[in-house]
C-alpha cells in the first residue's frame, strides 16, 4: 500500500512539474514576443528619424528625381510627388510597416504564439535602413522611366523602360494597391486612393498577362516577404491557385509571376541577398516559407553591371 502511495506521489509530481515547464516555456515565448514589440517598436521609430534626417541614400534620391521630373514634366507633378512620399514616414511603404506591427500589437496574447515572434523577426527586417532603401529602388525606378531616359535607373539591369510594362514597379506590391477580380472571373490591379491618378499615366494591368510577361521588381524579386503580411501573402497565393485553375479550365498555359526570379544589378544591400529569417516550428506552415519561396539569391549571383544614364 505504501508503494502505491509513494509512486502516486511521485506521479503527482511528475504532473505539477511538466506543467510547471510548459507554463514557463509560455512565459518565456510570451516575454520575448513582449521584448521584440519594443525593439520593433524603436527600430520604427530610428527608421522614421533616418528618413527625416536624410541618412538613407535612396530617400534622398528619389526625392531628387522628383524635382528632376517636376521640371520635364510639369503635368507629371502631382502624380512625381506622390510617389516620392516613400521617401518620408507619410509614405504607403513605412506606413505598411507600422501597420504590420499594430496588427501584431492587437493579436491575442494568450497563448503564446511561436508564429508571432516569426512575424516580428521578419518585420523588424524589414525596418533595416539598408533593406529599406533597398525597396525604395522601385518608385526611384518607376520616376527614371517617366523620364524618357533622363533619369538613370537604380538596381535594375536594363537602364531603359522594359516596353509595354513601363512603369510596373509597384503593380502587385499590396503596399500602393491590389487584384480585383470582376464578374468574368478576369483580375485587374486596382490602385490605393490617391495611387488610381497613374490609372492616368500607366494601362490597365490584367494579372494573367502581367504574370507572364512580369518585369523586374525589387519587390517582386526580392523584397517580398519582408514587405507584405502574411494575410497579403495568402491572399497573392489564392489569386494565383484561382488564376491557374482558371487558365487549366480553358486548357490555357498559366505561368506563376514568381515562378522566375529577376536580378537587380549590384548596389542592393547584402541583406536583400540573405534569406528571409523564419524560426524552425513556424516554418513549415508559415505563408513567407511555402515551397522554399521566402529565399532569395545570395551574394555571390549580384551581376557586375553598374548603374548608367539611360539613353
Known sequence: ??????????????????????????????QSITQSIQQADKE????????EQGQIRNATLLKEYQKVLQQQRPELSQISSLIAQDATAQGPLYSGLANR????????????????????????????PSLFG??????INMLADMSNGKLARVGAISQSAEGAGEGNQLVGNPNYGQWQTNNDGMSFWQWYGMYRLLD?????VEYGSWSKRRKYSYYND????????????????????????????????FT???????????????????????RSSYATSSSYSKSGSGTVRNSSSRTSRGVSRGK
Open 1 to 30: 500500500m505504501s508503494k502505491i502511495k509513494a509512486w502516486e506521489l511521485i506521479s503527482l509530481f511528475l504532473v505539477v512539474c511538466l506543467l510547471g515547464a510548459c507554463s514557463s516555456k509560455e512565459e518565456q515565448l510570451q
Open 44 to 51: 520604427l521609430i530610428d527608421l522614421k528619424m533616418a528618413l
Open 101 to 128: 506591427l499594430t496588427e501584431i500589437k492587437n493579436l491575442p496574447k494568450t497563448p503564446p504564439d511561436e508564429a508571432t515572434l516569426a512575424r516580428l523577426d521578419v518585420l523588424r527586417e524589414a525596418m533595416k
Open 134 to 139: 533597398d525597396a525604395l529602388t522601385d518608385p
Open 200 to 204: 492616368d499615366v500607366f494601362d490597365a
Open 222 to 253: 526580392y523584397g517580398r516577404y519582408r514587405y507584405s503580411s502574411p494575410k497579403q501573402i495568402k491572399a497573392q497565393t489564392a489569386l494565383e491557385t484561382r488564376t491557374r485553375q482558371s487558365y487549366q479550365r480553358q486548357g490555357k498555359q
Open 256 to 278: 506563376s509571376p514568381y515562378a522566375k526570379k529577376r536580378s537587380g544589378a549590384s548596389g542592393l544591400s547584402r541583406s536583400s541577398y540573405t534569406p528571409v529569417s523564419s
